[in-house]
């Protein structure tokens, strides 16, 4: 997401959740939401963005994105680990992200729990993986009210990730970030990105 907005779905059926006015919102479905990802430094920032949200919209998040990244410096784990309680500490009054101690500081819980996870399984992106069998679990929903909030699947990777240590991943959390990597395809099924 470089600030330059490219959305492709004008005058397309798109998921029902999709607010119809925000272009940087219809971009990332358009491009991103729901595409298969197997990048660890991608996935460990949509940890990391999926936690900001916690009780917050992803609207808030996406907004501030691209802030995230350059503070964070660009999600990658073993940056983000040597970040000082001092540098963290400027960070909670930084405006461009949201002004959350135990999130900010979540983060570098995070990138500790990531290289843990690593250095103890080998990979953090096929240990994910794991949790829908290597593959994408294919939904059929239509209507907004078809959408679950949380799956036994979301379920068994928030405690799995809880128990590895990293913050802020409850089930609903988890299911968002499934539904966000690609773990899950959550397109309607009239959209037009469905099966892409």
């Known amino acids: 997401m470089n600030g330059e907005v490219k959305t492709i779905s ?6 029902p959740w999709l607010p119809p006015n925000l272009e940087l919102y219809r971009e990332y479905h358009d491009t991103e939401w729901g595409v298969t990802s197997r990048d660890r430094r991608y996935l460990f920032e949509m940890i990391c963005l999926e936690g900001a949200q916690a009780g917050l919209s992803w609207w ?18 073993e940056k983000v680990v040597g ?3 001092k540098q963290l500490e400027k960070l909670v009054v ?16 995070n990138a500790k729990s990531w290289l843990d996870l690593e250095a103890r399984e ?9 949790f829908v ?26 405690k799995a990730m809880k128990k590895e240590g990293f913050t802020f ?18 397109h309607s099924v009239d959209c037009w990105k469905r099966g892409s």
């Not at 808030?60 to 784990?77: G, N």
Request: hydrophobic share 35%.
């Open 122 to 130: 080998g990979s953090a992106v096929d240990w994910l993986w794991s």
């Open 94 to 109: 930084d405006p461009g992200i949201v002004r959350h101690r135990g999130k900010i500081f979540g983060v570098r819980q």
């Open 10 to 15: 004008m005058n397309k059926t798109c998921c």
């Open 169 to 186: 991943f409850g089930p609903t959390i988890a299911y968002a970030f499934m539904q966000a990597v690609g773990m899950v395809d959550d």
């Open 60 to 77: 808030t998040i996406l907004q501030k994105r691209a802030h995230y990244q350059k503070v964070f410096r660009e999600f990658e784990p």
């Open 83 to 85: 970040m000082t309680d």
């Open 133 to 158: 069998g290597g593959k994408p679990i294919v939904n059929h929903w239509k209507e907004m009210s078809d959408y679950p909030a949380k799956t036994p699947e979301s379920e068994a990777l928030s």
